[in-house]
RNA sequence: GCACUCGUAGCUCAACUGAAUAGAGCAUCUGACUACGGAUCAGAAGGUUCGGGGUUUGAAUCCCUGCGAGUGCACCA
């Protein structure tokens, strides 16, 4: 980094002493691998100023750094490209500068700090592999941060509430007959997932008779006995009901057992949860605020809006005509929330899916209105689909790939592979079993990381696990 | 319909802020080594950067436009 800074100015100085006047701006990048040389000055936006063709330009700006640079030993010149070469003793310096310094790469902690969100999944169904692409997205960027001298806060905020969660409650309850993971010997968040698959087919099921039997669709699916059931449960919920209360917190429990399992074989964390049914009531204040300075407006039957048409979109609703909130108003509130919980962050990155672009723009322009100047730094970390070579996942049609399953059988691919091979020699079983891991997850790590995170992408995990081509196990085995 | 994103080699992906002959891996082909195959090694071929305009000394990259794919456009979350 310093040989950057140095040449740069050296360079800089070149220009003003040939040129008698300084430039900012200078293009300097990388030669390429066929010309001689590390260090390229693209000269072509000189020439207005030289008044000269590119490579006179050129000859001119190298012949001056010969004369004059510390660091610069020959140059050549191939259109109007300079193409600098530096002195062995400028890299001797480099490279004992960069072994004097133990934490190269790295700028030590600088008192910025910065929140980074991921992860945060529904509990009641267990991570799939799209929550492992946002797991390793946002926790690859909060460890790039910290490299860049930021103390990160990792947080998620999980989606412990709603008719989600009453949906595998009425279905555990009706068909449960009192199973749970330790009598079943099923991990928890699968367990939950297994009722919520029951209440779907139930439903289903019964929407399909009642309709035979001669209502309307819609009827039927307002009508059908286990979702007047989990209906039911989100209304004693929210009236607090012990019982309602006690089932729920007994299988989020369960739910949070096997997401915290999943995350140390995933190798990630995170500092602080926040739990959507503690924030689903925050924001309205803030709303109710906003109305009053004349930031958002209120319709005839009381309802409150936000007109965002002058930013190019659309009106949005904030508080219901009864007065309750709908989503967006609890994420206004939880963002408020985070800055209180953490004074000194200057911003927030938010990983989630791209099918929410527009909830972020919305959430975002609405924070500024309300006068956070923190709402600029705030930045929606989107991502794309993840597909596999048999198609898109889909739950409905049960081809979603489970994130436990998949880390399980790229751990068995790495031993399958590492032991055709031969590689493990005379490592004990629980070295053997770390390596199998190492190379397992990373293959899955380093594949769902290489592809730009706004596109979509596919997803194979037999090249993945290759030990050639551009996958984990290559790097690592190199 | 409107908005946003994407479109690069047969396939999966690169190309930082506009820069030199658009790069990798896989697959393919040729050769070496192999009893044969695999593995390995050496090499080759593969591109109108979706089409058409424009801006620029210079465009995969920026602008306009057409086409294709995806996502979003609930007083759901």
């Known amino acids: 980094m310093q040989i950057e800074v140095a040449l740069r100015a ?13 430039v900012d701006a200078l293009q300097i990048q990388p030669t390429n691998q066929e010309f ?51 002195r062995d003793e400028t890299w001797v310096k480099v490279l004992n500068d960069i072994r004097a310094n133990p934490s190269f790469g790295q700028t030590p902690p600088e008192g910025r700090e910065i929140m980074i969100e991921y992860s945060s999944p529904n509990t009641n169904k267990p991570l799939h592999l799209g929550h492992l692409r946002n797991n390793f997205l946002g926790y690859s960027v909060a460890e790039i941060y910290k490299a860049n001298g930021y103390t990160v806060h990792r947080v998620q905020i999980i989606n412990d509430r709603g008719i989600h969660i009453c949906k595998s409650m009425a279905a555990w309850k009706l068909y449960g007959d009192g199973e749970t993971p330790d009598s079943s010997s099923t991990k928890g968040d699968h367990l939950v997932g297994k009722y919520y698959v029951e209440f779907d087919k139930a439903y289903k099921a019964q929407v399909k008779a009642l309709v035979e039997k001669g209502m309307t669709q819609e009827e039927a699916e307002k009508e059908a006995p286990v979702m007047k059931v989990a209906a039911d449960m989100l209304r004693k919920w929210e009236q607090k009901d012990p019982e309602t209360i006690a089932l729920w917190k007994t299988m989020n429990g369960w739910v949070y057992e096997g997401f915290s399992e999943t995350y140390r074989k995933m190798g990630v964390a995170f500092e602080k949860l926040y739990y959507e049914s503690d924030t689903y009531l925050l924001g309205k204040d803030e709303v109710l605020k906003g109305v009053d300075r004349g930031v958002f407006f209120r319709k005839p039957d009381g309802s409150v809006w936000v007109d965002l048409t002058a930013d190019g979109l659309d009106q949005k609703v904030l508080l219901r005509a009864d007065g309750t909130s709908v989503y967006i108003t609890q994420d206004i509130g939880t963002a408020i929330l985070r800055f209180r919980d953490f004074p000194k962050i200057t911003g927030q990155v938010y990983t989630v899916g791209n099918e929410q672009e527009y909830h972020f723009k919305v959430l975002f322009l609405i924070l500024d209105k309300l006068g956070y100047d923190w709402a600029k730094r705030c930045y929606h970390l989107s991502y794309g689909m993840v597909d596999l070579p048999s198609g898109k996942m889909k739950s409905r049609e049960g081809t979603v790939v489970d994130a ?13 592979q590492t032991r055709e091979l031969g590689k493990i020699g005379d490592m004990n079983s629980e070295e053997a079993r770390e390596l199998f891991k190492m190379i397992g997850l990373g293959a899955l790590k380093f594949f769902l990381l290489k592809v730009d995170p706004k596109k979509r992408m596919l997803f194979d995990p037999n090249e993945s696990i290759q030990l050639q081509g551009f996958t984990g196990p290559f790097i690592q085995y190199t």
């Open 404 to 416: 436990d399953d998949l880390i399980e059988e790229m751990t068995a691919e790495a031993e399958k």
């Open 10 to 22: 050296e360079i800089e100085n070149a220009v003003a002493n040939v040129f008698g006047q300084r």
């Open 36 to 86: 001689e040389g590390s260090h390229t000055l693209v000269c072509f936006p000189l020439t207005k100023l030289s008044r000269k063709g590119p490579e006179e330009t050129a000859r001119m700006l190298g012949e001056n750094l010969l004369q004059h640079s510390q660091l610069v030993g020959n140059y050549n010149v191939i259109k109007g490209f300079l193409n600098l070469t530096l």
